[in-house]
C-alpha cells in the first residue's frame, strides 16, 4: 500500500462509486477531465482529488480550475505518488451574447507568463462580478458582503484562491433563503437568478486562442447548460477549437449524443468529465469525481494536440 493511502480522510459522498450508480459514459479506469479545487471555487485540495481519482479507478485526471493553474503543481505531486496521470488544465470564463461560455484548456505550459498575466486579469473580473452581485443581493434584502462569504468559509484562502458563486451560493444556504446550492442558482445567482450579473469579460474566440499560445489544447466545456445550441455551433464554426466536453454530470444522454455528432462532423475531439467541485453539506455540486469519464487514450490525443501548438510557439 503506498504510504500516502492513508494521509487524507476521504468524504465517500464526493466519489463516483465504481459500482451501482450507473451511467452508460462509466467504465473503470479511464479520465476524468474536468475537476475544480480550493485554488478556484472547489471545496478540496487538488491532492485530494487525486486520492479520489485513485480509489474512483481512474488512470488519469485533470485539474480545471477556473481561470487559475495554482493547483496543478501540487495534483502533479500527488499524481505521482498514486500513479495518476494528472493533465494540467484550466477553465476560461468567457461571454458570448451575454452567456457564460467556459473553455477549458489542457497540457499548456502552467509557466508561460503571458498566460499566467492574461489569467490573473480574468480573476480581477470575477472579484469585481462578485462585488456587484453581492450588492444586487443587498439591493434585494439580502444584505451580504464578499468580507462575510470569505469568513463564513470556515478556513483561510489558499494563495491565488478565488472566490466565486458557490461560496456566496454557500451564504444563502446558510443565511436559509434558499434551500440548497441548486435553488440559489435557479432563483439568485445563475442566468435568469433575481441577483445575476455579467461583466464584460472576453469571447470564448479568445481564450482558444490564448490556450494555443500557452501551447495547450482547447475545448468547449458542458455546452448542453447554456442552452444554446445555435451559439454552441456558431462558436463552433467560428473558432479553431480542438475538442467538445460532450459528457458532463448536467448532460443527458441526448445532449451527450447531440454533442458528440457534432464533434464528429468536425472532427473534433470529445472528451468527459464530472465538473467536480467537492460538496457542501452533502451536496455534491454538479457531479461526484469519476461520474463521468473518457478512455484514457483521450489524454493521449489531447497530449498530441499540445504539442502541435507547442512546436508552433517555437517556430
Ligand atoms: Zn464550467
Ligand atoms: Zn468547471
Do not use: C
Not at 132 to 144: D, H, K
Not at 263 to 286: E, I, M, N, P
Request: proline residues 4%; aromatic residues 6%.
Amino acid at each position: 500500500m503506498n504510504k500516502h493511502e492513508d494521509d487524507i480522510q476521504v468524504d465517500e459522498t464526493m466519489l463516483f462509486a465504481r459500482k451501482g450508480m450507473g451511467g452508460s459514459s462509466v467504465e473503470p479506469g479511464g479520465a476524468d477531465l474536468h475537476t475544480h479545487t480550493i485554488a478556484s471555487d472547489g471545496m478540496t485540495s487538488p491532492a485530494y482529488n487525486v486520492r479520489l481519482a485513485h480509489l474512483a479507478g481512474l488512470k488519469a485526471l485533470a485539474i480545471t480550475d477556473h481561470d487559475t493553474v495554482l493547483g496543478v503543481p501540487e495534483a502533479i505531486e500527488a499524481g505521482a505518488q498514486y500513479g495518476i496521470h494528472i493533465v494540467p488544465g484550466v477553465e476560461i470564463s468567457t461571454v458570448e451574447e451575454g452567456i457564460d461560455i467556459h473553455v477549458l484548456g489542457y497540457f499548456l505550459d502552467i509557466e508561460d507568463a503571458g498566460l499566467l498575466e492574461r489569467l490573473a486579469n480574468l480573476r480581477a473580473v470575477r472579484d469585481r462580478r462578485n462585488e456587484m452581485l453581492v450588492a444586487m443581493l443587498t439591493e434585494l434584502g439580502i444584505p451580504l458582503t464578499m468580507e462575510e462569504v470569505v469568513s463564513e468559509l470556515g478556513r483561510p484562502l489558499s494563495p491565488g484562491e478565488t472566490v466565486g458563486r458557490p461560496h456566496i451560493a454557500d451564504a444563502l444556504v446558510r443565511r436559509g433563503i434558499v434551500r440548497n446550492m441548486k435553488e440559489a442558482f435557479d432563483e439568485y445567482l445563475g442566468a435568469g437568478g433575481k441577483a445575476y450579473v455579467n461583466p464584460p469579460r472576453i469571447r470564448p474566440q479568445e481564450a482558444v486562442r490564448w490556450i494555443h499560445e500557452a501551447g495547450g489544447a482547447a475545448v468547449m466545456a458542458h455546452p448542453g447548460i447554456y442552452h444554446r445550441d445555435d451559439l454552441v455551433i456558431q462558436l463552433l464554426d467560428t473558432a479553431p477549437w480542438d475538442g467538445i466536453e460532450v459528457w458532463h454530470s448536467d448532460h443527458s444522454e441526448e445532449d451527450a449524443k447531440r454533442y458528440s455528432e457534432m464533434a464528429s462532423a468536425r472532427d473534433l475531439l470529445q472528451t468527459a468529465g464530472s465538473d467536480f467541485h467537492g460538496a457542501r453539506k452533502g451536496d455534491v455540486f454538479h457531479g461526484a469525481l469519476g461520474g463521468r469519464r473518457v478512455h484514457e487514450q483521450m489524454v493521449q490525443q489531447l497530449q498530441e494536440r499540445s504539442e502541435q501548438y507547442q512546436a508552433e510557439r517555437r517556430s
